[in-house]
């Protein structure tokens, strides 16, 4: 069974820092994009940024320069480095991957549970 799970979320200060892990893990032949995504209280889930699984990443116009999203193939892991954090990134992050598991023909979306991460004083 795949899944995915995410870590890293919690309480931080404003222009504090923080870094997201997800890790894909169970039967899983290959892993196409992986990405996070946010909701706050109230709003839609939001794209947060994207990566290939040759590296090239994608961002939100307005985080680009405060996050970073990388991913380490070898260990089927996504991170996101958020900086000069802010209270409106308060949200549920969530990673996602587009994977084949061991079985099926396609590629396939994958979400992890989510993890908080609230920027407060």
């Known amino acids: 069974q795949v899944q995915l799970v995410e870590s890293g979320g919690g309480l931080v200060q404003p222009g504090g820092s923080l870094r997201l892990s997800c890790a894909a893990s169970g039967s899983i032949v290959s892993i196409n994009a992986m990405g996070w995504y946010r909701q706050a209280p109230g709003k839609q889930r939001e794209l947060v940024a994207a990566i290939t699984s040759g590296g090239s990443p994608t961002y939100v116009g307005s985080l680009k320069g405060r996050f970073t999203i990388s991913r380490d193939n070898a260990k089927n892991t996504v991170y996101l480095q958020m900086s000069s954090l802010k209270p409106e990134d308060t949200a549920v992050y969530y990673c996602?991957?587009?994977?084949?598991?061991?079985?099926?023909?396609?590629?396939?979306?994958?979400w992890g549970q989510g993890t908080q991460v609230t920027v407060s004083s």
């Open positions: 996602t991957a587009d994977l084949r598991p061991r079985g099926r023909d396609a590629h396939f979306p994958y």
